[in-house]
């Protein structure tokens, strides 16, 4: 089914259109590097081909005739989206770890005859390391995941939102705010806040992957994102395929290759991933 371009499906082609040719750009890298097989470039060749050029042919008639993605059920996205749970728990208790080995006044090796920091302690150094150095986005970055890890959602958020302001162009400070912000956008009851954080989330992850095409986990998060805030099959499955060819062995590697393998289970041409939560 045909149906007439708005302002607002225009430019989310163009976007669509600029990623597909940045990602054919990616592909060639990555090849010459040898980081990627002649089947696994063949396959995404001709899929970001394909479905950049069916959006070049509807920015150029005004048109878009490219199939509508079905409803994607949910009943099986859990598991992409415990993945990025999974994550934020993860990457603060071994970042947590860490900081208890490196915090002022320790060595790398730690101090078997100091008592470990309590968490408001270890909350209390990393929040005056991080106003000690206000333009740094490192120390910031640190704060926000510690206060993620003991579930201080909002200061997370707060703090990673600093790191954005402080280093724009960061991809770890960009990515990780556009994932916990989708995150609390489905723990909010009004719908227009919903509305505003995950679209505030998209622009994120946006910015993450062009500040750095091989950040391989903003390309996860982002296809979470496009799968289960805005339906957009197609480029979910093109984020996914992004992440299994920068991180292969990565920690979302399972759950990348599980989306990808549902679409397969799709009728020809239905461009839709199941999604991946239990009933």
């Known amino acids: 089914m045909s149906t007439r371009l708005d302002p607002d499906d225009r430019g989310e082609l163009e976007r669509e259109r600029d990623f597909l040719l940045k990602s054919l750009d990616d592909l060639e890298t990555e090849r010459a590097a040898g980081n990627i097989d ?39 996205r859990g598991l992409v989206i415990a993945g990025i749970v999974a994550f934020a728990v993860l990457a603060g208790v071994s970042l947590a770890a860490a900081l208890g080995a490196r915090l002022p006044g320790q060595t790398s090796s730690g101090n078997a005859q100091q008592a470990a920091p309590t968490g408001g302690e270890r909350k209390a150094r990393l929040q005056a390391a991080a106003d000690k150095s206000p333009n740094d986005p490192e120390p910031r970055l640190a704060l926000a995941r510690f206060l993620e890890e003991t579930g201080d959602t909002v200061g997370s958020l707060k703090q990673y939102d600093k790191a954005v302001e402080v280093a724009p162009e960061n991809p770890d400070a960009l990515a990780n705010a556009g994932r916990l912000r989708f995150i609390v ?35 996860y998060y982002r296809g979470v994102l496009l799968l289960d805030g805005f339906n957009e099959v197609d480029g979910a499955i093109s984020e996914f395929q992004r992440y299994l060819v920068l991180a292969p062995d990565g920690q979302f590697a399972t759950q990348a290759r599980n989306a990808l393998a549902m679409a397969v289970e799709q009728p020809s041409g239905s461009g839709s991933v199941p999604s991946t939560t239990a009933p």
């Not at 069916?54 to 409803?71: K, N, S, T, Y």
Request: proline share 9%; charged share 25%; aromatic share 4%.
């Open 38 to 76: 002649d089947a696994s470039y063949t396959e995404l060749h001709d899929d970001y081909t394909a479905r950049a050029a069916a959006a070049i042919r509807a920015l150029r008639d005004g048109v878009d005739a490219r199939p509508a993605a079905p409803p994607v059920p949910w009943r099986r």
């Open 185 to 219: 956008a489905g723990q909010v009851p009004s719908p227009d806040a919903q509305k505003q954080l995950v679209t505030s989330a998209r622009s994120l992850l946006d910015r993450a992957v062009q500040a750095d095409p091989n950040q391989a986990d903003a390309h």
